[in-house]
Structures are given as structure tokens and as C-alpha cells.
């Protein structure tokens, strides 16, 4: 089966000579629900950029749905891959959430009828209510201005929806707000989900399959819980598994498994082993 998106050899240097990414090769599949790790600079952010033709290749090329992007338009990429930025007040510009979800439809030159059906399914998919249709965004709290950008991305009705450091600035219910919404849209709506983080609990809790990067290239890629029973390769990224997970590891003697990802499985292995005596 071929994949969604077909990473080839793709390199990428930016104009002041930096190579960020070097000969990488990565294949994101139907059902992908993928998260790139890395300490800063491992060259995760660029390769995310490259899989939604923000940045073109330097070498290699990157096949989304078929199309190249190094030559495929705008409005083709769109449509296919969504990108939500770290931080959501970067990519807001408009005086209203309605404008500010109806701007990518309009920009491909849908028609008015179309952007509102559109609008109105976003909004509808995120949780916003109608009365947050007439609010300027910047009036919105963090959390609701996240479901903003990512409204604005959905009303493109892409396959693919990229969300960078997803959980910067969250407390800890808002971060699990965020994250079990795009779990939602994974599970019910059928989209293929590629988190940017340096946040390893929620690694462990949401995603599916880990690629770690390290000096520009995947030098892991695999089930997280396969990926996180090796601390000794994730090191070499600079990256620790959550720590429940090296608790785990810490207790192999005693016949605990070294791929533990949640507090829920540590206590069913802790249950199994107890023995009680009276």
C-alpha cells in the first residue's frame, strides 16, 4: 500500500548554510497518529515543514497524496496537509473567528455557500459555539484560540494535520484537552495526526509511533513502547522516556517490562505481583 506521504532522501539547508536535515527517508501512512521528538535542533520542526511544502527540499523530494511538493500550488497542499503553529496567535490575522476560519476556503476560491458550510463544520468538529463567531480571536483564552487555528485548518478538509508543540503553554487539563480533541479527530473522523513535541507523557499517552531525530536524521522510528524501551538509543537524541517508563526499567530484576507508558499500566503489573500474606 502505497504511503500518504513518501519522504525520499530529503535534505534541507537554509539560506545561511545550515543543514538541517540530511538524507531522510520517512513514510506516513493511513492510521499514523506520529510523533517527532528531539532535543532542539534534531531537525524535527524543518522536517515537518517539509512534509506540508512550507519549505521546499534542498535535495530529495517529499510525495503527498502523489503530488511533489516542490512543484505542487498552495491550494493543492492545503488540502492535504494542515499545519497548526506552536503558538496559534501566529498564524490568527483576522477581526472575527468567523473570517478567521473562512479565510483558507475563500483563498482557494470557494464559494460563499461552500465557506459557510465549511465554517459552520469546523466549528462544529472543535467545540466552539456560535456566539464565538462574532469575537475577535485575541479575546479568546489560549486554549479556545488553539481550537481556533485548528478550525481554520480543518474548514481545508485536509488528510494530515501537523499541530507543533500542541501542549506549550497548557496546564496539565488543557494539554490533555487539546490532545484527546485530536485523538478524537484521529479515531472518529479518520485523520492522520503528526504531533512536534518535547513533551514525553504525552508522547506515551497519545501517540502510536515515535520517530526520534537526532543532527538532521530519524535515527529511531517504531510503536512507542518499542521506541521507549531503549533509553540507551534515545539518548543519543538527548531525549529520556516519561517516568513511569524508567521506572519501569529500573525494576527489570524484578520481572517488570522496560516498555511501560502510563501510570494505569504500572499499577496492573504492581497488581499482578503482589502477593499478599496473612
Known sequence: MAAYIDVQNLSYSYPDGTLALRKVNLRVNNGDFLALIGQ????????????????????GTVLVDGF??????????????????QNPDHQIFNSNVYDEIAYGPRNIGLREAEV??????????????DEHLSVHPFFLPKGLRQRVAIASILALRPKVIIVDEPTTG????????????????????????????????IVARYAKRVVVMA?????????????????????????????????????????????ILRVEEMAAVVKEKMVFTP
Do not use: W
Open 40 to 59: 532542539n535542533g534534531s531537525g524535527k520542526t524543518t522536517l515537518s515543514k517539509c512534509l506540508n511544502g512550507i519549505l521546499k527540499p534542498t535535495d
Open 68 to 85: 511533489d511538493t516542490s512543484t505542487a500550488s498552495v491550494a493543492e497542499m492545503v488540502r492535504r496537509v494542515g499545519y497548526v503553529f
Open 116 to 129: 459557510k458550510d465549511r465554517v459552520i463544520e469546523a466549528t462544529r468538529v472543535v467545540g466552539l459555539k
Open 170 to 201: 497548557q496546564d496539565m487539563y488543557q494539554s490533555f484537552e487539546i490532545m484527546n480533541f485530536l485523538t478524537e479527530l484521529h479515531e472518529k473522523n479518520g485523520h492522520i495526526i503528526i504531533i512536534v513535541t518535547h513533551d514525553m507523557p
Open 215 to 259: 543532527m538532521g536524521q530519524i535515527i529511531m522510528d517504531g510503536p512507542t513502547a518499542e521506541v521507549f524501551s531503549h533509553p540507551e538509543e534515545l539518548s543519543k537524541s538527548f531525549v529520556k522516556p516519561p517516568q513511569i517508563t524508567r521506572l519501569g526499567q529500573s525494576l527489570l530484576t524484578y520481572g517488570f517490562p522496560p516498555n
